[in-house]
């Protein structure tokens, strides 16, 4: 009898648990990754040039082009999330190093790369104003912020 119990309790549990999950998984709850791979892909046209009439046009807070020489510029966000995209132009020896620096001169994020392409990083700095050094080796650069 009491193993017929426990045995009741822990498929009642099972049932709960996937009740739970599938109710998380309608309400949009849990991992984000589908909606991100949406609008990257969105965000890949735009850049591009491929974009359709309906999307809409990707607003940066910062874009530069370096080539060859270290290129320091400001810039300022508003939210605590931004997209680091980075996109080398050059032969198999491309690398860039990228430094994002407060403007008290402490280190906030950092990204590297070291094969031609685009790139991608989310950062995470705080409302205000920043200064980021771009260092490519052997490439071109450019460089874009979204807040």
């Not at 790139?119 to 995470?124: A, E, L």
Request: aromatic share 8%; hydrophobic share 35%; with cysteine.
């Amino acid at each position: 009898m009491a193993i017929r119990k426990a045995n009741a309790i822990i498929v009642w549990c099972i049932g709960a648990l996937l009740i739970l999950l599938l109710a998380g998984t309608l309400a949009g709850c849990g991992s984000k990754e589908g909606t991100e791979k949406a609008g990257e892909a969105t965000g890949a046209g735009a850049e591009n040039g491929a974009a359709s009439g309906t999307s809409q046009p990707q607003e940066y807070v910062f874009s530069v082009t370096a080539s060859q020489d270290t290129k320091t510029e400001t810039f300022q966000v508003a939210t605590n999330s931004q997209e680091l995209y980075y996109d080398l132009v050059g032969g198999d020896d491309a690398t860039v190093t990228i430094t994002v620096f407060s403007s008290d001169g402490k280190m906030q994020a950092g990204a590297n790369a070291f094969e031609p392409g685009p790139h991608q990083k989310t950062i995470y700095l705080k409302p205000g104003t920043y200064y980021m050094e771009i260092l490519p080796e052997n490439c071109t650069v450019e460089v874009k912020v979204q807040d």
